[in-house]
């Protein structure tokens, strides 16, 4: 239905809020617009999910690997293989099937039930059956069942945060009717679906249900938006087609060569198939699962919850950070900075609800109950208020134990509007609680803050009787309710000169971001309030302002530098006024001089185009609606950046999943948003983002090394046995000696590898970049040079040997333990890419060493044990077999350290 419809159905029907719908007619609208629920797009079967899984080109690789292992009877290599393509295939299965359940949390905002007006009578329905027409009838607490347009209210206050980002309460007013026509319509004449009320009462006709709301079209963009591959799938995608391509040709180049010089068919085409067996990497799915396994293991202990493998790997190459403001970079609780009152200035320290803080004179702190106007302030503020505190009873002993870990604020819990919250803490900071207060006065009527007046006032009797009324609100409406002003001279007139006095100070606030509220007060003459109860609110006592402001969070600011030193730009991204966003951004240093702040009104104007010509410095989005957001990262993405999007509520959603990698809330973040994201911060703390990042970085150059030490000593491998076939050589390995080296050298060392420690720089580097790939920065380089020297040293040793002794037993078996001891002697220079063997550390990574013990005690089983001599074609070696295999591997570990400190003396 739309508002047009709605418009046309409420302005014929005169008692549309006494009469609502009736029960036929509900009926017929139900069956024609459908249930009042976020539909889901189909979902994909489980089948098809797993069946996915087998589609990589690695995968297929492993699987061809395995049929190969099994029909050359190495049923140990077989089910090795086998074992890790089901084991990745099960990982990527449940990832990809918790992906689906973000529609069943959207849904779950939704109210359960609603109150409306159904055949002239307030009934109680579930919200799923709300149709366009009817009447909600809305309370202070209740979520909204639909989008609906007001037709009546009383001091109405929504809660829209979850759709719009705003920290404060959205005023709401009844749409403007004349001769039964509407004049006008806009959105603080409507409330949504899954918003909150938090004051006052009113009656609103549904004009759009389940898909047609706004949080439908959230959930649309949601369903829409397709996952990417992560950078490091993409790269890992090209090598698996790399390394596919490269088998063929090894085993067609090898085979059909030895069998051109006369060797056997089937010996060649083993062999052939053995080195391409070798060849595969297949310790590569395996060792980044671990390694992104044990990276979510601590990040857990980070409090950093990762429910996607690849995001922390990700996230070490984001160059953007898109934050929210509400609730990631602040503290989500408004918090008094300054008060104004007779003449005197003071600066609220503190933040949050937590009643530590202190008032400040310039630097000098000072008491404010020895300040007569600054102490009736705070108690004008405490008085006219409804706010509730209470000392939080948590009955969740993880998440109280979470809080006392990570906040120092008092266990203080605060309901009702976030704007008499921070009156009410302003207060007590000073000593004025509320007890001590309703010790001295005692409410006996109050006026509600309503849109027309925009204040609040209350009428109390102190314990002499005497009568006072309080009122706070807007300044420039309370400054026009008052006659009179309290300053440091006393009670004085308010005239002109006082009036431009109390605006300056006024708008002094304002431009810097605060919210600003008004305090007065009167003494009533004894026993006439009844007859005054009309006029309250004239003739007020101006007392002084309130400035308040929903600060940054303390550890955020750490967070940014830290950002900004790894090279990250961290960006705004909020539903707040453009001045409140520019001024809490600058507080957190990510606005400097020269970045500009653009608002959604902008980016209405703006092509893609347009936008990404002046990305670059943009540092703050404000007033953005979810649309606005998408439109932000996809822009981004498409300049090239890794993009992190942080957020908390439904309207963060759509943006969440789009980002490469999406980082939600723990404790402040809605359902939706975390299972639209890859990471969940348990203690909604923007620091443990650097933290993932230095995270994302290890792993990142962990699965490098790795890749490193992989395909180089395989490229040694294939380049010992090519070389010795071109060179007419016999074969210098047989098929089960290349396939043992291949178990022995490539699984537990190479795992290891995956556990290295970080360098102490990684947080100094910039950002790798979105095209770069896994072999950049000189990475291939470093492999095919070390491939080819452990090549040409398993070689050099087998024809010396086999030169010198004629026995080809025994060269055979020296090439194999060369093959096997410079393998082991490079996993350590693979420790570092910049620094040598001999300037690594070798025993801060523990595992790594007792692998390399493990792989050498395999080799030496098959070398000395006299039946496994028989199985792997082995002679036992002698002292000078193993001086020429010591010596030549260790010749180019001596000779790399030269080179590298003799580059860094150039270069310095």
């Not at 030169?803 to 020296?814: H, K, N, P, Q, W």
């Amino acid at each position: 239905m739309s508002v047009a419809e709605s418009r046309l159905n409420f302005a014929n029907s005169k008692n549309l809020l006494t009469e609502g719908l009736t029960d036929n007619e509900a009926k017929k609208k139900l069956q024609k617009y459908g249930f009042n629920i976020i539909s889901e797009r189909k979902k994909i079967s489980p089948l098809k999910i797993l069946f996915q899984q087998f589609t990589d080109v690695m995968i297929i690789i492993l699987i061809i690997a395995t049929i190969i292992s099994g029909f050359m009877g190495d049923m140990t290599e077989a089910i090795t293989i086998i074992a890790i393509v089901i084991v990745n295939a099960v990982l990527g299965f449940a990832q990809e099937f918790k992906t689906e359940r973000t529609m069943e949390a959207l849904k779950s905002l939704a109210a359960p039930s609603a109150k409306v007006i159904r055949n002239e009578q307030q009934v109680n329905i579930p919200a799923e059956e709300i149709v366009p027409g009817d009447v909600l009838v809305i309370e202070t607490g209740d979520r909204i069942a639909a989008d609906a347009a007001i037709l009546e209210c009383n001091s109405l206050y929504v809660d829209e945060s979850l759709l719009t980002g705003e920290s404060v309460p959205v005023e709401k007013h009844a749409l403007k009717i004349k001769d039964s026509l509407i004049n006008s319509y806009d959105k603080k004449s409507s409330v949504y679906m899954g918003t909150v009320v938090t004051g006052g009462r009113a009656k609103a006709v549904v004009y759009a249900t389940g898909m047609k709301t706004e949080m439908g079209n959230i959930a649309d963009m949601i369903q829409n938006i397709e996952d990417d591959e992560t950078p490091l799938q993409k790269r890992l995608s090209h090598l698996g087609k790399y390394i596919a391509i490269g088998c063929l040709a090894i085993c067609t180049i090898v085979s059909i060569t030895g069998i051109l010089r006369g060797e056997q068919l089937l010996t060649m085409l083993l062999a052939g198939i053995s080195l391409a067996v070798a060849a595969i990497p297949e310790g590569l799915p395996a060792i980044v699962t671990i390694a992104l396994a044990l990276g979510v293991q601590r990040m857990l202990k980070r409090n950093a919850l990762i429910r996607k493998l690849p995001a922390v790997e990700t996230l070490g190459c984001a160059s953007i950070i898109c934050s929210d403001k509400t609730g990631t970079l602040t503290e989500n609780k408004m918090t008094v900075r300054k008060i104004y009152a007779a003449g005197c200035e003071l600066d609220v320290t503190g933040s949050g609800y937590s009643t530590e803080g202190s008032f400040m004179a310039g630097k000098k702190q000072t008491d404010p109950l020895r300040m007569e106007g600054i102490k009736l302030a705070l108690e004008i503020g405490a008085l006219c208020n409804n706010s509730v505190c209470t000392t939080e009873n948590n009955n969740n002993m993880a998440v109280g134990k979470l809080k006392a870990l990570f906040s120092k604020q008092s266990n203080l819990k605060i309901t009702g509007d976030p704007t008499e919250a921070a009156l009410t803490i302003a207060a007590m900071k000073a000593g004025i609680t509320r007890s001590r207060l309703n010790s001295s006065y005692h409410r006996i009527d109050e006026l509600p803050f309503d849109a027309d007046r925009k204040c609040m006032s209350v009428v109390c009797k102190n314990s002499s009787g005497e009568i006072f009324v309080f009122t706070k609100g807007a300044p420039d409406m309370i400054i026009d309710k008052c006659n009179r002003v309290m300053s440091s001279r006393g009670i004085t007139k308010l005239d002109d000169i006082a009036k431009r006095s109390i605006t300056r100070i006024n708008d002094t606030m304002a431009s810097n971001a605060l919210r600003v509220m008004g305090l007065a007060y009167k003494k009533l003459e004894t026993g006439t309030y009844r007859a005054e109860a009309k006029n309250l609110e004239k003739d007020l006592i101006f007392v002084g302002l309130m400035g308040m402001i929903d600060p940054p969070r303390r550890e955020a600011v750490v967070a940014v530098q830290k950002c900004k030193l790894a090279g990250i730009k961290p960006i705004m991204i909020t539903g707040d006024h453009k001045l409140t966003a520019a001024a809490i951004a600058k507080e957190l240093n990510i606005y400097c001089d020269g970045d500009e702040v653009l608002t959604g009104a902008d980016l209405d104007k703006m092509t893609d185009g347009q936008l990404a010509k002046v990305a670059k410095t943009v540092s703050v989005y404000a007033r953005v609606s979810p649309k606005h957001k998408l439109m932000i990262v996809r822009v981004l993405k498409s300049l090239g950046h890794i993009v992190a999007m942080t957020g908390d509520g439904v309207n963060d959603a759509p943006a969440v999943k789009e980002a490469d990698i999406g980082v939600s809330m723990g404790v402040t973040g809605t359902d939706v948003t975390k299972e639209a994201s890859s990471m969940v911060l348990l203690d909604d703390n923007f620091a443990t983002l650097v933290a993932a990042v230095e995270e994302g970085r290890v792993i990142y150059n962990n699965i490098r090394k790795f890749i490193r030490y992989m395909l180089a000593c395989n490229l040694g491998e294939v380049l010992t046995m090519f070389l010795g076939i071109l060179l007419m050589l016999p074969i210098p390995l047989l098929p089960i000696q290349i396939l043992w080296v291949n178990l022995a050298t490539d699984g537990l060392p190479a795992i290891a590898l995956g556990l290295d420690p970080p360098e102490k720089d990684i947080m100094m580097q910039r950002p790798r970049g979105a095209n770069d790939n896994i072999f950049s920065h000189g990475l291939l380089r470093l492999i095919v040079t070390r491939g080819i020297f452990i090549g040409l040293s398993t070689l050099g040793v087998f024809m010396s040997i086999f030169y010198i002794l004629g026995d080809v037993e025994t060269a055979r078996t020296s090439a194999f333990m060369t093959l096997v001891i410079t393998q082991l002697i490079h996993v350590f220079e693979c420790k570092s890419e910049t620094r040598n063997i001999f300037e690594n550390s070798l025993f801060n990574n523990i595992p790594l060493v007792l692998a390399v013990l493990c792989s050498i005690i395999m080799v030496l089983a098959v070398v000395y044990v006299p039946v496994l001599q028989g199985i792997f074609d082995t002679v036992a070696l002698g002292i000078s077999e193993w001086f020429i295999i010591i010596g030549v591997s260790l010749i180019v570990p001596i000779l790399s350290s030269m080179f590298k400190r003799n580059r860094r003396g150039l270069d310095q």
